[in-house]
């Protein structure tokens, strides 16, 4: 039972990602919802680090929480018509979607847990940004610029969308 | 690095089942919250649960630095998914004035 700080490290965050997580999926008021996200997300950007992934920890937080959960906050506040509305909880097929859960949950960990994945040797901690770089302009050139093309129609297509209603009343 | 399932020291297994909780947590919010809000937000959960498995495959598999990489396009995409689930959830609010995905049934009839 000699744990080292690593694994402490690792169950303390993976408990606050999923006790967040159920937070997330539990609340009643749907502010509490997106700021239990918010700590989930913080989690996740954790556990990453723990695999050695420092770059995408720190994409993670930029993107899921400066920026998605930014957004998902603003999607909220347009939305509720009163900053306390109940998040109009479940009441939607509960028993059949906890069997479903429980099915799949018990299946992902069953089969993850029993197979013999190809494991290899611990690797050495090295930053990864700089080799990340490399690959996105050589190997992955093609999906990256996809992916640029991809989120400019994204946002203006988003744009129009909820700009719409007001263009053609104007 | 231990190997087994049931050991207490970290390995590959102990990132793969937070990963299948996460996934399982975000599949029940997803089925169950009317809010097309809360909807996304269980949307996000599944995507952070692939993405700790692209992580930890990348880590201990033999994917080396490829699965980070696969994991960055996700946040991406992520990131373009929520921006037009927003908007459109913005003009449905305009519209009927519910953002309840059981309520938005125009097309039935």
Redesign the interface.
């Known amino acids: 039972m000699n744990m080292n700080w690593y694994d402490l490290t690792f169950y303390v965050f993976a408990a606050l990602t999923i006790i967040s997580a159920i937070g997330v999926v539990f609340a009643r008021n749907i502010i509490y919802a997106a700021f239990s996200l918010l700590f989930a997300f913080f989690g996740v950007a954790a556990i990453y680090v723990l695999l050695a992934a420092d770059f995408i920890a720190i994409t993670q937080i930029l993107l899921y929480v400066g920026g998605i959960l930014v957004l998902i906050i603003f999607g909220v506040m347009l939305t509720s018509r009163a900053y306390d509305v109940e998040a109009k909880h479940g009441l939607l097929q509960i028993v059949p979607a906890v069997f479903v859960v429980g099915a799949i949950a018990g299946t992902l960990i069953g089969v993850l847990t029993t197979t013999k994945w190809p494991v290899t040797n611990s690797l050495p901690y090295e930053e990864t940004a700089k080799p990340i770089g490399a690959l996105l302009m050589t190997q992955f050139v093609l999906p990256f610029e996809l992916a640029s093309v991809l989120l400019l129609v994204a946002l203006i297509g988003a744009v129009m969308i909820a700009r719409r209603d007001r263009v053609r009343k104007g | 690095?231990s190997?087994t399932?049931m050991s207490?020291?970290?390995?590959?297994?102990?990132?793969?089942?937070?990963s299948?909780?996460?996934?399982?947590?975000?599949?029940?919010?997803v089925?169950?919250?009317?809010?097309a809000?809360?909807v996304?937000?269980?949307i996000?959960?599944i995507l952070?649960s692939a993405?700790?498995n692209f992580?930890?495959?990348?880590?201990?598999?033999?994917m080396n630095?490829?699965g980070?990489?696969v994991?960055?396009?996700v946040?991406?995409?992520?990131?373009?998914?929520?921006?037009?689930l927003?908007?459109?959830?913005?003009?449905i609010?305009?519209?009927l004035n519910t953002?309840?995905v059981?309520e938005v049934d125009k097309l039935k009839n």
């Open positions: 690095m190997e399932v207490l020291h970290v390995g590959l297994y102990h990132f793969l089942i937070v299948a909780i996460l996934f399982s947590l975000g599949i029940y919010g089925i169950t919250r009317k809010n809000i809360m996304l937000m269980g996000e959960l952070n993405n700790i992580i930890a495959f990348a880590r201990f598999g033999l630095l490829t980070q990489v994991a960055l396009f946040i991406i995409l992520a990131a373009a998914e929520a921006a037009v927003l908007a459109i959830v913005l003009n609010f305009q519209q953002v309840n059981d």
